[in-house]
Nanobody
Framework: EVQLQASGGGLVQPGGSLTLSCSAS????????MNWCRQAPGKDRELVAS???????DYAASVKGRFTISRSVAENALSLQMNSLKPEDTGRYYC?????WGQGTQVTVSS
């Protein structure tokens, strides 16, 4: 069975950090398009970070310089390092690898 499991979310204070992980099972990936998106209540889903062809990386302007997308082929996982978190970063974060989507993990930034 193909699964993408997003994990690592939680409650963090403004200025804090979190690392999200997206672990793939049932399939192996290498150079598929990969991305992280987020969605806050009442808001459209926003593309946060993308990795294309295993190398080219783009970030949303709102997270550039604070977030880092990375992959581990050996671990069959995609990660998102999030630093200097702001309340506006709050939302449910979803990972995508190729045609597959994870179930999302909640990130809440609040004091």
């Amino acid at each position: 069975e193909v699964q993408l499991q997003a994990s690592g979310g939680g409650l963090v204070q403004p200025g804090g950090s979190l690392t999200l992980s997206c672990s793939a099972s049932g399939f192996a990936f290498r150079n598929e398009e990969m991305n992280w998106c987020r969605q806050a209540p009442g808001k459209d889903r926003e593309l946060v970070a993308s990795m294309i062809g295993g190398g080219h990386i783009d970030y949303a302007a709102s997270v550039k310089g604070r977030f880092t997308i990375s992959r581990s082929v050996a671990e069959n996982a995609l990660s998102l390092q999030m630093n200097s978190l702001k309340p506006e970063d709050t939302g449910r974060y979803y990972c995508r690898i190729g045609q597959y989507w994870g179930q999302g993990t909640q990130v809440t930034v609040s004091s």
